[in-house]
């Protein structure tokens, strides 16, 4: 798993090798700090769409924004990881990867 940062895309220059390698690749969307509740940039919606890429963009929100899902204020626990892998497995279900 690779994290870009605050700048969508940023980390993307190897993701035309990894379309040659036919090696799958999904776009994890990392919440962003906003005033009353954590949000995701909307960039990240366009970027998975332009580059054909499956998305899966409301877990993090979800489990960082539950005490009972983090180990730490910015790290999922076990069962946010559990829960968050549980939604990367559906959107490859979905994708037709897995």
Known sequence: M???????GRGLRGFPLAR???IQVVL???PAPAPLRLRNAQSYDTLASELGIPLENKALAH????D?????PIHPNADGYRLLAEHI??????????
């Open 2 to 8: 690779t994290f870009f940062g605050d700048l969508p």
């Open 20 to 22: 040659e390698r036919d």
């Open 63 to 66: 489990i960082l924004s539950r």
């Open 28 to 30: 994890v969307t990392v």
């Open 89 to 98: 497995m559906q959107v490859l279900i979905q994708s037709g990867a897995l």
């Open 68 to 72: 009972k899902l983090k180990a730490d």
